[in-house]
C-alpha cells in the first residue's frame, strides 16, 4: 500500500515539474533561511558555556552612580577579587583579568612578533577557567613575574613547535627589554568565549595592581563560587563589604565622609553576572571584547520563525490553488471506492516527499551560503559543527513534521470533495477555507512588511549614526600607533611629520575618539565636597588643533607655558562642576591620581573648555572630560594624530613609514584612519543591517510565492466570470483591477497589523543609542507602498493572463 501511495506521489510531481518545482524550492529557500538564522543564534547563545564549570563562574559587575547619572562598569577595582574571597566563604577562587593596551612586541633573536591579543591574569587563571594545558603546570606556571603562557598556534608561529616550555622571549617597548620564560602551553581558545588571548602574563609585580584599590576600575573580576551557592544573596552582601574596604578611601581621596558621598548622590552597585550570560546581556564600560546583543538574537529568532511559516503556508496556498484539477482525480477515485482516509494519506506522502525533498535542497544551500553568510556576520560557522549522525534523525523529524503541518490543511480539503458534484462539474471551494487562506495570506505579508519596516529603522539609524556631526573633524586623520616606542623622540619625530607634503597639523594623545581607553578620573572644587567623575585623556600641545576641536573659552595647551598642572575640560565637565559663566582660570582638586590613588591631592587650573564632542560611540551619552598634558608622561603618548590633505595620503604613509623606521627601528609601523576606525565601533549593526536587508528581501520573496499560488487559484475559481464580463465589454485593465482589489485588502489588512508590532520592537532596539533617530510616520507608509506594490504586481501577472485570454475558450462548457 505505502509503496502504491509512494508511487502515484512520484508520478504526480513528476507529471507537474513546473508546479513542483516551485513548491519545493520556495520551501526549501525558506527552511534554508530559517537554517542560516538558527546557526548564527545558536552561536551567538552558546557564549562561555563550554566551561567545565561555566555554571559557577561569575563576574564582579558595577554601577556606578553619580548625581546625576549611572555607568556600568565590567571593570571593578583590582582589590576586591582577594577582599570579597576573604569575606564570603560561598568563593572557592577568584581572578583577575586585564587587557594590555597596545601591541605586545616580543623577541626572538634576531626576530620580532607582535601580537595584540594579551591579558594580564593572577596565577588562578587556570583554576577558574580550565583551559587545557599542552605542556607545563596550571597551578604554577603563572606565579612568576617574568613568566608566559602561550597558546598553541602562537608557540608554533614563534617557535615551530609546541613543546616550547623553558624557551625565553623578550619583552620590548620599555626602557630596557623584558626577559620572558615561557612556563606553559594551552590550546587555542573557541571562538565563543567573551575574551580572546594569544599570550598570557602574570599580574605578579604589577605595582598598581598590588596597591589597595577599592575605588580606582582597572580589572575584570571573576569569581569561582562553591556548589549550592545563592548568588541573589551574595549580591545583598556587597554593601557591606563597600563599607567595610571602600569607605575609607573615599574619606582619604575625596575628602569627604561615606554619608556625605552617598548624600551627594554617589555610589556603588556592585552584582555578580552568570558567566554564559556576558556576551549577550552585558553591555558596561571596559568590557574585554564587543559583546553581542540579546535583542538581536530575539529578532533574528522571530524572523527565522516568520520565514519558516511563510513557506508553510505557501505550501499549503500552492497546494489548495491545484484543488480544481485535483478534484476530478479525487472523484473518480471516490467513485471507485477510495475512503477519505486512504486519499488523505496519499497527499501527505506528497507532502512529505516534497518536504524531505526541500530539506535536503536546503541543507545543501547553507552549505554553499555558508562562507558568505560568515563574511556578512563577522563570525566562522561551520556546518560540520551541526550537522552529523547524530543530526540526521532530527533533520528527518523535522522534514516529517514540517510536511504534516504543511499538508495536513491541504490533504483535508482535498480528500473532502463530494464526488457527484465534482463530476457534475459543480465544484466550489468552501468559505471557511477562503476564510483561512485569506488569513495566512495576511499573516504572510504582515511579517514582511514588519521586515521591510525594521529594515528601514536600522538603515536610517545607521544613516544617523554616519552623518551626525561629532564635535570634531574626523575626516583625513591617521593615527600612528605604538607611539610610546618613540620614547624622548617623540617632538623630533613629530617635526619630521610635518615636513611631509600634505600634513597640516600633529597632535599624541593617550586615546582617540572611538576608542576605550579614555580613563576614568575624579575632579571637584576646592570649595566643594561633592566630586564629579568622567573621563580623561593624556594629550600634548597639539591635539586640540589637530582634532579641531572648538575651543569655546580659554585656550589650549601650548609650549610657552608650563602646562604640566593644567586642564582643559568640556562644556558638560564645566556644568556638573558648576564652574559658571566663566570656568578659565578656575582651580580644580584631584583626589589622588589616577595612576597612584595613595598619592596626595592635586591642584589643576582650567586653561579652556572645549565644545561636548563624541569620543565614544553614540551608545554612550556625552559624559565629563578632563584633558590633561602628556608632560605627565615625560611628553610621550600612546597615540600620534596626522592631519593629512587628501591628494598626500599615500605619500604621507611611505614617508612616515620611511622616519619610523629610523626613530623607532624595532618596533614595526602601524597606522589606521581615524574615520575606519569610528565606523568599526557600528560593525555589528552594520552587520545587522545588512542581514536585515537580505532577510527581508527573501521573506518578501517567498511571500510573493504564495500570493502567485493563491492568485492562480482565486482566478481559476472565477475563470467563467471573466469570460462573461469581457463578452459583455470588460476592459483588461478592469478586469485586472476587479481580481486584484480582494488581495489588496488583505495586504492593507496586514499594514495595519504589521505597523504597531514593527513600531514596538524597533523602539526598543533604538533604545541601546543614546543618540537615536525617531521613529517617522514615512517608515511605515513607505513599507505598506513597498508592499501594495509588490502584491499588485505579482498579482498582476496572473490576473492579466487571465484578462487576455479567449472568452470563448472559458464558456465553452456552458
Known amino acids: 500500500m505505502f509503496k502504491n501511495y509512494l508511487t502515484v506521489a512520484i508520478r504526480s510531481l513528476l507529471k507537474h515539474k513546473g508546479y513542483s518545482l516551485i513548491n519545493i524550492m520556495g520551501l526549501a529557500l525558506g527552511v534554508a533561511c530559517c537554517l542560516l538564522i538558527l546557526i548564527y543564534v545558536a552561536g551567538e547563545s552558546n557564549y562561555d558555556r563550554q566551561w567545565p564549570n561555566a555554571e559557577r563562574i561569575y563576574r564582579m559587575s558595577l554601577e556606578r552612580i553619580y548625581p546625576d547619572r549611572s555607568t556600568g562598569y ?22 583577575r583579568i586585564t587587557a594590555n593596551g597596545g601591541t605586545a612586541l616580543l623577541k626572538r633573536g634576531d626576530r620580532v612578533f607582535e601580537k595584540e591579543n594579551a591579558l594580564s591574569v593572577d596565577s588562578t587563571f587556570f583554576k577558574v577557567f580550565q583551559i587545557e594545558l599542552l605542556q607545563g603546570d596550571a597551578d604554577q606556571c603563572l606565579r612568576d613575574a617574568n613568566s608566559i603562557v602561550l597558546t598553541e598556534s602562537t608557540a608554533r608561529r614563534y617557535f615551530g613547535k609546541t613543546r616550547v616550555v623553558g624557551e625565553n622571549l623578550q619583552l620590548l617597548g620599555g626602557q630596557e627589554p623584558q626577559q620572558l620564560s615561557v612556563s606553559a602551553v594551552c590550546a587555542d581558545l573557541p571562538e565563543n568565549v567573551h575574551f580572546k588571548f594569544d599570550i598570557l602574563v602574570s599580574t605578579k609585580g604589577n605595582q598598581f595592581l598590588a596597591q589597595q584599590n577599592h575605588i580606582g576600575f582597572a580589572a575584570n573580576t571573576y569569581f569561582l563560587l562553591r556548589e549550592g551557592s545563592d548568588v541573589k544573596a551574595l ?3 556587597f554593601p557591606a563589604v563597600v563599607e567595610k574596604y571602600a569607605v575609607g578611601e573615599i574619606q582619604r581621596n575625596f575628602g569627604v565622609t561615606w554619608a556625605q558621598y552617598k548624600a551627594a548622590g554617589n555610589g556603588y552597585h556592585y552584582y555578580l553576572t552568570a558567566l554564559p550570560d556576558i556576551h549577550l546581556h552585558s ?73 524531505a525533498a526541500s530539506v535536503a535542497i536546503a541543507v545543501l544551500l547553507v552549505f554553499l551560503a555558508l562562507p558568505s553568510f560568515n563574511q556578512l556576520a563577522g563570525k566562522t560557522f561551520s556546518l560540520w559543527a551541526y550537522l552529523d549522525w547524530s543530526t540526521v534523525p532530527g533533520l528527518l523529524g523535522f522534514a516529517v513534521v514540517l510536511g504534516l503541518l504543511a499538508g495536513l490543511y491541504p490533504a483535508s480539503v482535498l480528500s473532502g470533495f463530494r464526488p457527484i458534484e465534482v463530476l457534475k462539474g459543480k465544484f466550489t471551494a468552501k468559505k471557511s477555507g477562503a476564510w483561512l487562506r485569506n488569513g495566512l495570506v495576511v499573516f504572510q505579508f504582515a511579517a ?8 528601514l529603522v536600522v538603515f536610517s539609524q545607521m544613516g544617523f549614526i554616519a552623518n551626525k556631526k561629532l564635535g570634531f573633524q574626523k575626516e583625513q586623520i591617521f593615527v600612528l600607533h605604538n607611539a610610546f616606542a618613540l620614547q624622548g623622540k617623540t617632538e623630533a619625530f613629530k617635526q619630521q611629520l610635518l615636513k611631509i607634503p600634505g600634513v597640516e597639523a600633529v597632535g599624541s594623545s593617550s586615546e582617540m575618539p572611538g576608542g576605550e581607553d579614555w580613563f576614568g578620573t575624579t575632579f571637584k ?55 559658571g559663566p566663566n570656568p578659565v582660570g578656575k582651580r580644580l582638586i584631584q583626589p589622588g591620581s589616577f595612576f597612584d590613588p595613595n598619592q596626595g591631592d592635586v591642584a589643576f587650573i582650567v586653561i579652556g573648555v572645549v565644545s561636548d564632542f563624541h569620543y ?86 517567498i511571500a510573493c510565492i504564495g500570493l502567485l499560488g493563491l492568485s492562480t487559484y482565486m482566478t481559476y475559481q472565477r475563470t467563467k466570470e471573466i ?92
Not at 74 to 95: D, F, G, I, R, T
Not at 667 to 692: C, V
Open 616 to 701: 565614544q560611540s553614540l551608545h554612550e551619552p556625552i559624559a565629563p572630560l578632563f584633558l590633561q598634558h602628556n608632560r605627565v608622561f615625560q611628553g610621550n603618548n600612546t597615540l600620534l594624530a596626522a592631519r593629512v590633505q587628501m591628494a598626500h595620503n599615500q605619500s604621507f604613509i611611505q614617508e612616515a613609514q620611511k622616519y619610523w623606521s629610523i626613530f623607532a627601528p624595532d618596533q614595526p609601523f602601524h597606522y589606521s584612519s581615524l574615520d575606519a576606525n569610528l565606523d568599526n565601533l557600528y560593525a555589528n549593526e552594520k552587520r545587522t543591517q545588512l542581514i536585515f536587508g537580505i532577510f527581508a528581501f527573501l521573506a518578501v520573496f
Open 448 to 455: 514582511s512588511i514588519a521586515m521591510i519596516i525594521s529594515t
Open 283 to 355: 553591555h558596561l564600560e571596559g568590557e574585554l571584547q564587543p559583546n553581542g546583543d540579546a535583542a538581536t538574537v530575539r529578532i533574528f529568532t522571530w524572523i527565522a520563525l516568520f520565514i519558516l511559516l511563510i513557506a508553510g503556508v505557501n505550501f499549503m496556498n500552492l497546494a489548495t490553488a491545484r484543488s480544481a484539477e485535483r478534484a476530478r482525480e479525487v472523484g473518480i477515485r471516490k467513485a471507485l471506492g477510495s475512503e477519505r482516509s486512504l486519499l488523505t494519506a496519499q497527499f501527505l506522502i506528497e507532502a512529505l516527499l516534497v518536504s
Open 235 to 237: 549580591d545583598a552582601k
Open 525 to 579: 572644587k576646592p570649595e566643594d565636597n561633592e566630586s564629579v567623575t568622567g573621563r580623561a585623556a593624556i594629550v600634548d600641545d597639539d591635539y586640540v588643533q589637530t582634532m579641531r576641536l572648538e575651543l569655546l573659552e580659554g585656550r589650549s595647551f601650548s609650549k610657552e607655558f608650563n602646562d604640566s598642572l593644567s586642564v582643559i575640560i568640556n562644556e558638560r565637565a564645566a556644568q556638573e562642576l558648576g564652574l
Open 723 to 814: 469570460g462573461v464580463r469581457k463578452v459583455l465589454g470588460a476592459t483588461v485593465i478592469s478586469i485586472t483591477n476587479l481580481l486584484a482589489k480582494d488581495f489588496l485588502k488583505l495586504v492593507l489588512i496586514a499594514i495595519v497589523l504589521a505597523t504597531p508590532v514593527s513600531w514596538y520592537l524597533m523602539d526598543r532596539w533604538l533604545e541601546d543609542f543614546a543618540y537615536r533617530i525617531q521613529l517617522q510616520w514615512w517608515m511605515f507608509v513607505l513599507a505598506g507602498l513597498l508592499a501594495v506594490v509588490i502584491a499588485f504586481l505579482t498579482i498582476s501577472f496572473q490576473s492579466i493572463k487571465a484578462a487576455l485570454a479567449n472568452p470563448v475558450e472559458s464558456l465553452r462548457s456552458e
Open 74 to 95: 565590567a571593570m571593578v577595582p583590582p582589590s576586591y577579587a582577594q577582599s570579597v574571597k576573604h569575606e564570603w566563604p560561598e568563593v572557592e577562587e577568584a581572578v
